[in-house]
């Protein structure tokens, strides 16, 4: 029982991280914003693997729409960003592959949903914003989850 309240504290920690830095950084477009969210969903994914990073990043992703007020946005974001977690926290040979799959999950469904909400002009005009944050943040988060190993090493 104590693990799970641990488990479930911790993911509830990396939760509340994850919409810091996705409200902390926030970049308004004409179909919605773009923020530093998937640093924190990379580093849970590399932390702890699939399963966490799936829900920290689907619930966090969930939240900051609620938050921010795209209401319209919050099942889409927390199939694109659950997924991206998922697949994220692949380990070991998988990891490449894992990646990718984050990659393309994450950039597809709000492709996708943009095409059909708004146009596929709008969605074209998102795909190198949705593209630079995947890419911004699995490398913060890369960046943070080999800091925290460091750190962790040290104690």
């Excluded at 040979?93 to 994450?106: E, I, N, Q, Y």
């Amino acid at each position: 029982m104590h693990s799970k309240n641990n488990q479930l504290t911790q993911l509830a920690i990396l939760i509340a991280l994850s919409i810091v830095l996705g409200k902390f950084v926030s970049i308004p477009t004409p179909t919605g914003f773009l923020t530093l969210l998937d640093a924190g969903i990379y580093f849970t994914a590399f932390l702890l693997g699939p399963n966490q990073g799936m829900v920290v990043g689907g619930v966090s992703a969930f939240l900051i729409d609620l938050l921010s007020g795209y209401p319209n946005w919050m099942i889409f974001s927390l199939f694109a960003h659950g997924g991206q977690g998922y697949f994220a926290g692949l380990k070991g040979k998988k990891r490449p592959f894992g990646l990718a799959l984050a990659s393309l999950v994450m950039i597809l469904i709000y492709f996708i949903t943009s095409g059909f909400m708004y146009g596929f002009g709008a969605a074209i005009a998102g795909l190198l914003g949705n593209t630079f944050q995947n890419f911004f943040g699995m490398l913060v988060g890369y960046s943070l989850f080999k800091a925290y190993q460091k750190y962790r090493g040290n104690k």
